[in-house]
Structure formats: structure tokens, C-alpha cells
């Protein structure tokens, strides 16, 4: 009697386990599904990579032009005042 119990418990005892591995398992696996897979990341990221260098680009064409027509300004600006 006292062994059967002994053993009863034990098989309590595993099934509980197993069913906590099982059970981690399944969350694994569930969020494994929801990860992004890598040619889709690295897709998306050289996406963004080339709108963020265009922008750049963008920006630095957009001070240059900046700096040129001050540049013109300040000359315009030291011919009037030299001419009598």
C-alpha cells in the first residue's frame, strides 16, 4: 500500500513535470512563430538604411546651397559698399 502510493506520487510528480516542459515548449515554439524572419528584417533594414542616406544626402545638398547664397550675399554685399 505505502509503495504503491510511493509510486502513484512519483508518476504524479512526473506528469506535473512533463506537462510544465510541454507546456514551456509550446511557448517557445509560439513565440519563435512570431519572430521576424531574417530576410525580412535585413530587407526592411536596407530599406530604411537607403531613405535615411538619401535624406542625408538631401540635407547636405540642401546646406551647401545654403552656404553658397550666403557666400553670394556677402559679396553682393562687399560690392555695394565698395562702389561709390
Sequence with gaps: M??????DKAEDSNDKR???INEM?????????????RIEYETAHRALVEKVEGLQKFLWMGL?????????I????????RTP
Excluded: C, E, N
Design 2 to 7: 505505502a509503495l504503491q502510493r510511493a509510486v
Design 18 to 20: 512533463f506537462a510544465a
Design 25 to 37: 515548449r509550446s511557448m517557445v515554439t509560439d513565440a519563435a512563430s512570431r519572430f521576424m524572419p
Design 64 to 72: 551647401g546651397a545654403m552656404l553658397a547664397v550666403q557666400l553670394f
Design 74 to 81: 556677402g559679396i553682393v554685399f562687399v560690392m555695394v559698399k
